[in-house]
């Protein structure tokens, strides 16, 4: 699926379909740049497993990572994986 640019350029969307949690640092770079809260910021604990953030169980926390909180909303813009300091995106055609 192509789109075109108000001038008419063609332009092909890449939506974000994934964050590699092994990668993200947690940074919250991806989320700043993005208006359509595709991505929300999660702890992953001693276990592997993603947990809401919350004050009491910070430390149990291994680290925070980015993971994908409603897909459907992205736009395909690319605003994320230009700020993304280690790559842990992975972003596809529709």
Do not use: Y
């Not at 969307?13 to 740049?33: E, Q, S, T, W």
């Not at 910021?41 to 910070?58: F, I, M, R, S």
């Not at 980015?66 to 972003?91: E, F, S, Y």
Request: hydrophobic letters at 35%; proline letters at 3%; charged letters at 30%.
């Amino acid at each position: 699926m192509s789109n075109a640019t108000r001038d008419g350029r063609l332009w092909r969307p890449d939506f974000l379909v994934a964050i590699d949690a092994r990668k993200c640092i947690g940074c919250g770079r991806c989320f700043k740049v993005c208006g359509r809260d595709v991505m929300t910021l999660k702890g992953l604990n001693e276990e592997g497993e993603l947990v809401a953030l919350d004050d009491d169980e910070d430390d149990e926390i291994e680290k925070k990572v980015m993971v994908m909180n409603d897909a459907g909303a992205c736009i395909g813009c690319g605003a994320c994986a230009r700020v993304c300091p280690t790559n842990c995106q992975t972003h596809a055609p529709a």
